[in-house]
């Protein structure tokens, strides 16, 4: 019997990934932590070559902290910027307290002056100063301007790096000029075209110049989907900017109309999977936790909410205190008060999930809101009546009583009309109060269904059962 050869590092990476696509499985993960375990530089450095940056960052904060600790001190003169650039917030500043300033250095230069600044942003004052320190002047000043601008703004967002030509200028001179150039960035889609006053007046894409005659006019060849972006802009207007009208990049300007820098694509991208990932944990109640946080963070970040649940769960009992004598007389209202509450519960969660995502994409706007409204509680209404039937048989055969079918059933219709009016319209006021509508309106949408879905469920039976 033949042994099966030998797998090199990068047959090994690819094999664990094509097991669970995009994924590190625990094979890959053990074989770098033995690596670090063992203190095998060599080996480590082998494991770690083929992936990703983006891989590394998520291994990082997959491991505990000593494990952490000890892979970057062990890997530390092959550390890339990438990494810094993909790691989570609450990592990051621990990442980078590891390195050594020389390796920082080399790290940080190897970086667009916007990762550099989305690096800086969220650092204590010592360490900020530590990476711009790694620098050359011309980067500090530029990554130094960025940080001038607000937080969550296009300013900040923006890389100072870009390939900009005069307006009059033709194919081959813009190519010819590309050539001579040893400070490209990395990564660019247009060639913005500015006039004497460095005013952006249109953008041409590279395939198109690369396909096109050496003589022919830049201005021939402009983009119909060209628009500039403010720099005080607010970063989330930004990428629903890219997302609506399929921008691949655009230039920033200042409050003069000048350029300043480019967004791309794959930044704007990541502002809208953090406006995405911010909206459910807002709805969640658990805040911009990561699972690399640790118990105490965890815990200052969901305590709050837990006690404003507490709160309105107080109020929901105070209402059911109110038919204490009513569900005395009758036991079997508290058999299926739960099942009231529930239900308006998940309907007005259903609701809610709607229209906060709806205003979030602005397809929830003062011109059709009370339509959706409408809807949701004409959804609410057939679904009530759909499961009134059903629950009214049900309390009727289980407790061989008809009206308290009738009860339960008529409470299942309004509850669930009121979850679907609670669910829009409390998302809607709180956006209306320039508060974000995912903040908290779950409980506030649970606690209307709660104390609504009692109060008729037991006002009701008050009056019919007993």
């Not at 990082?60 to 001190?73: K, T």
């Not at 061989?400 to 679907?420: F, P």
């Amino acid at each position: 019997m033949t042994e099966e050869p030998e797998q090199t590092p990068v047959e090994e990476i690819e094999a664990a990934l094509d097991e669970d696509a995009y994924a590190l499985d625990r094979r890959t993960v053990a074989g770098i932590l033995h690596a670090v375990e063992a203190d095998d530089r060599e080996r480590l450095t082998e494991l770690l070559e083929p992936l990703h940056a983006a891989d590394i960052a998520d291994l990082l904060e997959q491991v505990d902290a000593p494990d952490r600790r000890r892979l970057v001190a062990l890997y530390d003169k092959e550390f890339d910027g990438e990494i810094l650039s993909e790691l989570d917030d609450s990592v990051r500043e621990e990442v980078i307290g590891l390195l050594s300033p020389e390796v920082l250095r080399d790290s940080v230069r190897e970086l667009d002056s916007d990762d550099v600044v989305d690096l800086l942003e969220y650092l204590e004052e010592p360490q900020q100063e530590q990476i711009l320190g790694a620098l050359e002047d011309s980067d500090r000043v530029a990554v130094e301007q960025a940080l001038n601008y607000p937080e969550e703004s296009a300013g900040r967002l923006m890389q100072r790096e870009v390939v900009a030509v005069p307006e009059h200028w033709s194919v081959g001179e813009t190519i010819d000029f590309m050539r001579a150039r040893d400070d490209l960035p990395d990564q660019f889609y247009h060639v913005i075209l500015v006039d004497p006053r460095m005013k952006p007046v249109g953008h041409v894409a590279l395939g198109k110049l690369m396909a096109s005659p050496r003589a022919r006019a830049l201005s021939e060849l402009l983009e119909p989907s060209f628009r500039t972006i403010p720099a005080e802009q607010d970063e989330e207007d930004v990428a629903y900017a890219f997302n609506q009208y399929h921008l691949i990049s655009a230039p920033v300007v200042d409050e003069n109309d000048r350029l300043v820098g480019v967004i791309t694509i794959d930044d704007a991208m990541i502002v809208l999977d953090e406006e995405h990932e911010e909206d459910i944990m807002l709805l969640a109640g658990v805040g911009e936790g990561s699972l690399s946080d640790s118990v105490r963070v965890t815990i200052s970040q969901r305590l709050p909410w837990l006690a404003v649940n507490l709160a309105t769960a107080i109020l929901a009992s105070a209402v059911i205190a109110i038919f204490e004598d009513t569900i005395a007389g009758f036991v079997a209202l508290a058999v299926l008060m739960p099942i009231v509450a529930s239900m308006g519960g998940n309907a007005g969660t259903q609701s809610l999930t709607v229209a906060v995502r709806a205003i979030a994409t602005r397809d929830l706007t003062g011109s059709n809101v009370w339509r959706v409204i409408r809807r949701e509680c004409l959804v609410g209404l057939a679904n009530g009546v759909v499961f009134a039937v059903v629950m009214g048989l049900i309390g009727w055969v289980w407790f061989d009583t008809m009206m308290l079918g009738v009860v339960i059933a008529a409470a299942m219709v309004i509850n669930l009309v009121v979850a679907g009016l609670a669910g829009t319209v409390i998302p809607v006021l709180m956006e209306r109060f320039g508060v974000d509508p995912a903040l908290a309106s779950g409980t506030f949408v649970t606690t209307v269904t709660d104390v609504v879905g009692f109060f008729a469920f037991l006002g009701l039976a008050g009056m019919v059962l007993l």
